[in-house]
């Protein structure tokens, strides 16, 4: 380096776990230097993953009411259809007797197993599906920027965001049933 360039200051990321401070966190004003804004960053990180874990639970609420609302949705248009009404009940009543047979079952493929039911997909619901992109982009983007925290390979951002991460499924985790973790 020459003596013209010795004054200037080159920014530089650290290619490894470490506890030394200056790097930025999320933006370039966002920089703990001290060991106080460290720590506070720290809990802030924290209870960002926190949120994040509360923001996947509620997901998962709404998930699970929006699919029984579709569910509901679709088995009453399969039930409501113009032959299962009163008058088209009372409209088969007068008309003409008509003699029944009973039709002989299809030959199954695999006799002895039982036909599958046929699986369906809910229809496009605007109040379900634009609500269930915003929840699902607002939770990716919490998650990019913690990804974006621990990218920094500051250990103490990276141990705050685990144990906010541990104790937001400890919270949260059990609200909305099974579902699928964005993180695998």
């Not at 369906?120 to 920027?145: C, E, K, N």
């Amino acid at each position: 380096m020459s003596p013209a360039n010795s004054s200037m200051i080159v920014a530089m990321m650290v290619p490894w776990l470490h506890f030394t401070s200056g790097d930025n966190l999320l933006f370039k004003t966002w920089h703990p230097s001290s060991k106080g804004a460290i720590a506070g960053a720290c809990i802030g990180l924290a209870l960002f993953a926190i949120l994040e874990r509360w923001v996947d639970a509620m997901r998962a609420l709404a998930e699970s009411h929006w699919r029984r609302s579709a569910l509901s949705l679709m088995s009453n248009e399969k039930n409501e259809s113009p032959c299962h009404t009163a008058d088209a009940f009372e409209q088969d009543k007068k008309a003409a007797e008509v003699e029944e047979v009973k039709a002989a079952p299809l030959p199954s493929h695999r006799s002895g197993h039982p036909a599958r039911a046929l699986r369906t997909i809910p229809p496009f619901i605007a109040s379900h599906d634009i609500p269930r992109g915003a929840l699902y982009a607002f939770q990716a983007l919490l998650m990019y920027a913690l990804m974006m925290a621990v990218m920094s390979f500051q250990a103490a951002y990276i141990i705050s965001i685990i144990v906010g991460l541990g104790i937001g499924e400890v919270l949260f985790g059990r609200v909305g049933g099974i579902k699928n973790h964005m993180l695998h």
